[in-house]
């Protein structure tokens, strides 16, 4: 039986469960988290903006708030693990963040790549890192984003590799969601934005698979804030860890 995003969600605040949320609650849009102060929001959202591909926007929450409207789900303890960064250094990652809330909190919910997932194995597209039972591999890359305040910095991308024959399948499913990263940035050698080895991601995990049977295929990913946090030196932000993303009561159809 298929658990309701309200039980997967329950099971995670209750720590039972804490792995990546690839391939749970099929046909339910997930999206990354992004908290900031109140001091930076309004360059965040800018940012957000004007780097779409990979910062869709699917809800702004206000100072304070803990209850989004895509889900019935306290953010402060409804996703399986969190990353804190300070004054742009990754410090810890902890699976519920209540203990640092702070009332000038300002949360965004970003598109993420996992909502077309299920759309792709329905059109029998595989997927390694879910048959592999590991995080989507992710890479730091030389694709530049748009500048806005203190956020600045290069594009991340998620990496699926795709058997060469329906390489054009996924191009197509994955273009309707247009919230959740939309179409690839690109396609084939690696190298060409700046990766140098596929089995040495910088977040997520390394999957297995015949270079000369498929084509990976890189899509921007919702970890590009944390990419940019790194530069930008908040005193504080705030994010899903890679790989374990909020699962919201709304279904990919409405994406």
């Known amino acids: 039986m298929v658990m309701k995003p309200s039980d997967i969600r329950m099971s995670f605040r209750t720590e039972e469960n804490t792995g990546t949320t690839s391939g749970m609650c ?60 300070r004054d742009g250094k990754f410090t810890e990652e902890v699976l519920n963040i209540s203990d640092v809330w702070q009332e000038d909190f300002v949360t965004f919910l970003i598109g993420c790549s996992f909502t077309f997932e299920q759309a792709l194995l329905d059109e029998g597209i595989p997927l390694f890192h879910q048959v592999q039972k590991k995080v989507v591999p992710m890479f730091d ?39 959740s990263h939309g179409s690839p940035v690109h396609i084939g050698d690696p190298e060409e934005i700046g990766i140098t080895d596929l089995q040495k991601p910088d977040y997520g995990e390394a999957v297995d698979f015949d270079p000369a049977k498929v084509t990976p295929v890189f899509w921007a990913c919702g970890v590009t804030p944390q990419n940019a946090a790194l530069q930008a030196k908040p005193t504080i932000m705030i994010t899903h860890a890679p790989g374990h993303m909020l699962i919201t009561d709304q279904m990919d159809a409405n994406y």
């Open 26 to 85: 099929e046909k339910y849009t997930q999206a990354n988290l992004v908290t900031l102060p109140k001091a930076y929001a309004f360059d965040f959202l800018l940012f957000c903006m004007r780097n779409p591909k990979p910062c869709p926007l699917v809800e702004v929450m206000e100072a304070g708030q803990t209850v989004p409207k895509v889900a019935e789900a306290d953010i402060r303890t409804d996703l399986p693990r969190y990353r804190i960064y």
């Open 141 to 179: 890359t030389t694709i530049p984003l748009e500048t806005a305040g203190i956020f600045k910095g290069n594009m991340v991308v998620s990496m699926r590799a795709v058997p060469n024959e329906l390489v054009q399948r996924a191009l197509s499913i994955s273009d309707r969601f247009e919230q």
